[in-house]
């Protein structure tokens, strides 16, 4: 009896400190290539919140594959340079398993090469340079994955959307000094003038540009049919401020930010008739967005923009792959990704062509009375 109760005993305490050291095992660390200081920092913000809210709900469900998970956000200020920093921070210091971001194209070009030398794969979840999807997959990089549409399927949208209007025929363009800005202007221009609208040579700003009056002044010369506007973040908000000081009637479109950063000047009704494309809006019904919407307001106390709705995406897409290779080494994890059929939150099946690039749905929006409608989603 007393040889069974050793027995026992050893066993339960055998479980017992097995069971502790799982608990204990390691966290998964995720890296987050985000803006977090800077004329983009509202909008990393947001990235950094919808990561967040993915991996407190992965965790609350158990972890994935018995490990809970943990975010690694390193600031990449929406540069180059620093989006370099951030990648080798992430991978050195933070030893992560896979990295999400880097919100602006351009980080995320200087950090493709770092992750590929590195073998650690990237999910891009924001930007939109068309560089990317050429350079990854059969490009070369195999080890960068993108889930939202590039400039140019978003473009294809718009236009579509333009001629259906019929009203516009020559678009001048406005636009940051970046490859997020030129990679816009370049895919609008091919896909506007394929179909007989005229797109202007286009004017390019630097970051953190304070005046556009000079640019505002041409375009009440000129008078265009519309100004395509492809600014982020602070810079952004100060274009459209000024717009609105200006009085000009040119209706804006392009990749204009209808969130709660420019809630005053869309209900002051100055920018009616503005149009915009975007891979999402919270006023979409399809999926399991309005609980997406709920939770995440009731949490961060502001309506989910793209930047929290894709970073969210992508952390989910990450915790999918590690779940279904059974395991958290980065090789992987990317061959998880390229096998991947994951179900988004707004009903899209995510998986990747050789490119490395999902097809997700996009959005058309438009200012009616101050209020932001969409128009239509449309496949990518």
Not at 42 to 50: E, I, N, S, V
Not at 293 to 320: C, H, M, R, W
Request: charged fraction near 20%.
């Amino acid at each position: 009896m007393t040889t069974q109760i050793s027995i026992r005993f050893a066993a339960a305490l055998t479980a017992l400190v097995l069971g502790s050291q799982l608990a204990a095992a390691d966290p998964i660390v995720i890296g987050l290539s985000s803006p977090q200081t800077g004329g983009a920092a509202y909008l990393g913000q947001h990235q950094r919140w919808g990561a967040e809210l993915a991996i407190n709900e992965i965790n609350a469900a158990g972890g994935a594959i018995g490990q809970q998970l943990e975010l690694a956000v390193q600031d990449n200020q929406c540069n180059p340079t620093q989006g370099a920093t951030s990648a080798e921070q992430l991978i050195s210091v933070g030893k992560v398993s896979a990295i999400v971001g880097a919100l602006c194209s351009s980080a995320t070009l200087s950090i493709m090469p770092i992750i590929e030398k590195a073998k650690i794969p990237l999910v891009v979840e924001t930007s939109t340079s068309p560089k990317i999807t050429e350079q990854a997959g059969v490009g070369g990089n195999t080890w960068t994955f993108r889930i939202n549409p590039s400039d140019l399927e978003l473009a294809v949208g718009l236009a579509r959307f333009l001629i259906a209007d019929g009203k516009i025929k020559k678009v001048a363009f406005a636009g940051e000094d970046t490859d997020y800005g030129r990679g816009g202007h370049s895919a609008l221009k091919t896909v506007l003038e394929k179909n007989g609208i005229e797109v202007g040579d286009g004017d390019f700003f630097g970051r953190d540009t304070q005046d556009f009056s000079a640019f505002l002044a041409r375009m009440a010369s000129e008078k265009p049919d519309a100004i395509a506007l492809y600014l982020n973040g602070a810079d952004e908000l100060n274009f459209l401020r000024q717009y609105r000081a200006s009085g000009l009637s040119v209706p804006l479109t392009g990749r204009v930010e209808f969130s709660e950063l420019q809630e005053g000047i869309v209900e002051s009704g100055a920018i009616n008739g503005a149009t915009s494309v975007y891979p999402y809006s919270e006023q979409i019904a399809a999926g399991d967005n309005a609980a997406f919407v709920e939770t995440f307001k009731k949490k961060f106390g502001e309506l989910p923009n793209t930047q929290s709705y894709e970073a969210y995406t992508a952390i989910k897409l990450v915790a999918d792959a590690i779940v279904r290779a059974k395991s958290s080494e980065p090789a992987k994890i990317r061959d998880a990704l390229e096998s991947a059929e994951y179900k988004a939150t707004l009903g899209d099946v995510l998986k990747f062509d050789d490119h490395h690039q999902a097809h997700p749905s996009a959005v058309i929006l438009q200012i009616e009375n101050g209020k932001v409608v969409v128009k239509g989603l449309f496949n990518t």
